[in-house]
């Protein structure tokens, strides 16, 4: 379970879209709190029946976003540069680039887990209000799964899911929802599979990328943050792992907002996307729908060949990283610096760009609810309990952990056991100075 940073001084007043460069001290709690059940459907005892208390979805809207990291003497350094977007319920954005443009920085500052040595300014609002999302409203699946490798599909997530939700569902409750969960993400035939780690092969890197999703929406948060979720896969386990993430935006009731970031799509894979976000060097190059990305660079020059992937073909012009090969020709036939300039430029200047400010500016006028503060998790003693079963099982389990120690710990018991061995009973054997 991956936290989010708590921050208590998030004002919850409503703040002004237009001002610029405003320093924004918004960040979002991690998703260690659940849904409510009302009463009569607790009384049905379904967990089908769950329903949210307020089914609002989450606007994320950012404007003139910058982040600036300290080089020390030699002053600052902007990662992000003046980005700004939005996220609706029910859709999926992509932030895409080239490697270190930016993506898992403005991921989590949206997500507010910046590092203590960068300095964020502009706006990030959610449903058009500055302020804190509430446990169980967001959660954020970083790039590494942390999982315990000793542990089954099924008892991780059962686990997870009775030390997430409130003590005022029932464990039958809490395993149903876990089940449900489990299948949704396509992991009932691995349900009783070992996750597995260097020593003993377990579940595949696809199934472990779903794992820990399925850890994460346990709680049935309404955005989603998503960094890199299919690296490391293959193009079919991406296929499947993104089309599983696309499917949960409409899932449970709840128009889910999610974010992700995402290194190079299958042309399959980026037919999913509804949004694109997509930075060169902490600029936009792009922000819009994302089959429209085509046409933009088409119109500025630099049309997509047939039967090449959109993404590889935006990747491609905007990457300057490696030095391009004159003979196989430039970007549109200009220097890769040049048509990112061009690009920066002209989307500026695009209707698409001032689409999207209006966007942003309509989500801040809509007279949106804040969002609840709801605090409701498992109690202390039920986390011990489930804390304790869970490490004694991994113990058990864990060849290193517990049977190697043993066998050290009877090794070293013999060993002492011979240094005494056959010293005899007398009292010159071993000497007792008493002090009286
Ligand atoms: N806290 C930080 N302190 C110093 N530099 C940072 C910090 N966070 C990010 N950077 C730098 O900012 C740049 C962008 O980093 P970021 O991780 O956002 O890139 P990325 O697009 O996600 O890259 P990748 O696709 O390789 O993961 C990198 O050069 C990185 O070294």
């Given amino acids: 379970m991956n936290t989010l940073p708590h921050q208590p001084n998030a004002s919850d007043s409503e703040s002004n879209c237009s001002s610029k460069k405003m320093e924004s001290s918004l960040h979002i709690r991690t998703s260690l709190e659940v849904d409510t059940i009302t009463s009569t459907?607790?009384?049905?005892?379904?967990?089908?029946?769950?329903?949210?208390?307020?089914?609002?979805?989450?606007?994320?809207t950012w404007e003139d976003l910058w982040v600036t990291v300290s080089n020390g003497k030699n002053g600052s350094r902007s990662i992000l540069q003046g980005v700004t977007g939005y996220s609706k319920p029910g859709q999926l954005l992509a932030i895409m680039g080239?490697?270190?443009?930016?993506?898992?920085?403005?991921?989590?500052?949206?997500?507010?887990?910046?590092?203590?040595?960068?300095?964020?300014?502009?706006?990030?609002?959610?449903?058009?209000?500055?302020?804190?999302?509430?446990?169980?409203?967001?959660?954020?699946?970083?790039?590494?799964?942390?999982?315990?490798?000793?542990?089954?599909?099924?008892?991780?997530?059962?686990?997870?899911?009775?030390?997430?939700?409130?003590?005022?569902?029932?464990?039958?409750?809490?395993?149903?929802?876990?089940?449900?969960?489990?299948?949704?993400?396509?992991?009932?035939?691995?349900?009783?599979?070992?996750?597995?780690?260097?020593?003993?092969?377990?579940?595949?890197?696809?199934?472990?990328?779903?794992?820990?999703?399925?850890?994460?929406?346990?709680?049935?948060?309404?955005?989603?943050?998503?960094?890199?979720?299919?690296?490391?896969?293959?193009?079919?386990?991406?296929?499947?792992?993104?089309?599983?993430?696309?499917?949960?935006?409409?899932?449970?009731?709840?128009?889910?907002?999610?974010?992700?970031?995402?290194?190079?799509?299958?042309?399959?894979?980026?037919?999913?996307?509804?949004?694109?976000?997509?930075?060169?060097?902490?600029?936009?190059v792009y922000f819009g729908p994302a089959a429209a990305a085509t046409e933009f660079f088409a119109s500025n020059g630099f049309p997509c060949p047939t039967l090449q992937n959109p993404s590889d073909h935006f990747l491609k012009t905007i990457n300057k990283d490696f030095e391009q090969d004159p003979e196989q020709g430039l970007a549109g036939g200009v220097a890769t610096d040049e048509a990112i300039s061009i690009l920066v430029k002209s989307y500026k200047s695009s209707d698409i760009s001032?689409?999207?400010?209006?966007?942003?500016?309509?989500?801040?006028?809509?007279?949106?609810?804040?969002?609840?503060?709801?605090?409701?998790?498992?109690?202390?003693?039920?986390?011990?309990?489930?804390?304790?079963?869970?490490?004694?099982?991994?113990?058990y389990r864990d060849l290193g952990y517990y049977w190697l120690r043993l066998a050290v710990y009877v090794a070293l018991a013999i060993g002492l056991a011979t240094i005494f061995y056959d010293v005899g009973l007398g009292h010159r054997s071993i000497q007792v100075t008493e002090k009286e």
């Avoid at 009384?43 to 994320?60: D, M, N, P």
């Avoid at 993430?245 to 999610?258: F, K, N, P, V």
Wanted: with cysteine; proline share 2%.
């Fill in 41 to 60: 459907e607790r009384k049905r005892g379904s967990a089908f029946c769950i329903q949210t208390e307020a089914e609002e979805g989450v606007h994320l």
């Fill in 354 to 395: 001032q689409q999207v400010r209006r966007e942003v500016a309509e989500i801040c006028r809509r007279d949106s609810n804040i969002m609840e503060k709801k605090r409701s998790h498992a109690g202390f003693l039920t986390q011990c309990s489930v804390l304790t079963r869970r490490s004694f099982v991994n113990m």
């Fill in 98 to 284: 080239p490697s270190g443009c930016g993506k898992s920085t403005l991921l989590d500052a949206l997500a507010g887990r910046l590092g203590s040595n960068t300095r964020q300014t502009g706006e990030i609002l959610i449903n058009g209000h500055k302020q804190a999302l509430a446990y169980g409203t967001s959660a954020y699946v970083t790039q590494d799964d942390t999982l315990l490798t000793t542990l089954t599909v099924g008892e991780s997530v059962h686990y997870s899911a009775q030390l997430q939700l409130p003590d005022s569902m029932s464990k039958s409750e809490k395993r149903e929802r876990a089940d449900i969960t489990i299948r949704e993400m396509g992991l009932q035939d691995a349900i009783n599979t070992r996750i597995g780690g260097w020593g003993a092969k377990g579940i595949s890197g696809g199934q472990k990328r779903r794992v820990t999703i399925c850890i994460e929406i346990l709680t049935h948060p309404r955005l989603l943050f998503l960094d890199e979720p299919t690296s490391g896969l293959d193009s079919a386990a991406s296929y499947y792992v993104m089309s599983r993430i696309a499917s949960l935006d409409q899932r449970d009731g709840i128009e889910r907002t999610i974010i992700i970031s995402i290194h190079q799509p299958s042309s399959e894979v980026f037919q999913l996307f509804h949004n694109l976000c997509l930075l060169s060097s902490g600029k936009t």
